[in-house]
């Protein structure tokens, strides 16, 4: 059965939505980043729902298109920079900013200036800021193709790959931190 833009996570139906699947479609993503980003979509959404229950308003349409479209640079490179080249995509679709930018902000647990130059990336903070983007970025780092782990699975790999000191694993246990304390006891994702 061929999939396509249609296809549910069980979440909205909306424009946007709806938009964004047929946007990775378009850009000739491959079958497994859409697996992928429809993953995140899903806990995303769940993250988003489990915080709006503590009264936090979230713009959960902006979440779920930015978790199907995080990836959306991978139908050109699966590099670093997948992240600002798939941003550039993001923008010439039309889609609004805050979508760009969450597309943008999503690698790591984040990446400051510093770290950015060091990677071959333009100088600049990629820094999750909003709460729809630190959402997003969280979400993306619990879902391995489409399998979920629990955060200290990743921590264990992300450690391994960047090495135990690294400023990037702290900065995941602070991200993972503010979403579980907004998401409140008895909340947890994977």
Request: aromatic share 4%.
């Amino acid at each position: 059965m061929e999939s396509g833009p249609d296809e549910g996570i069980g979440a909205g139906s909306g424009p946007l939505r709806k938009k964004a699947l047929m946007a990775l479609y378009a850009a000739g993503c491959p079958p497994n980043v859409i697996k992928h980003s429809l993953a995140v979509a899903e806990l995303a959404m769940e993250i988003s729902r489990a915080i709006e229950r503590n009264g936090v308003r979230i713009d959960a349409d902006l979440v779920e298109a930015g978790a199907l479209l995080h990836d959306i640079g991978r139908a050109r490179t699966h590099a670093i920079d997948h992240a600002i080249v798939g941003a550039s995509m993001v923008r010439g679709m039309g889609f609004p900013e805050a979508l760009a930018r969450m597309v943008e902000v999503h690698v790591g647990a984040g990446i400051p200036a510093d770290e950015a130059e060091e990677l071959g990336l333009p100088r600049r903070d990629y820094l999750p800021t909003t709460l729809e983007e630190k959402i997003v970025a969280y979400a993306d780092k619990l879902v391995d193709e489409d399998r979920r782990m629990a955060p200290e699975e990743f921590a264990r790999r992300f450690s391994k790959a960047l090495g135990p000191g690294h400023p990037a694993i702290s900065r995941f246990w602070r991200l993972h931190r503010e979403i579980s304390e907004l998401m409140g006891r008895g909340s947890r994702v994977s």
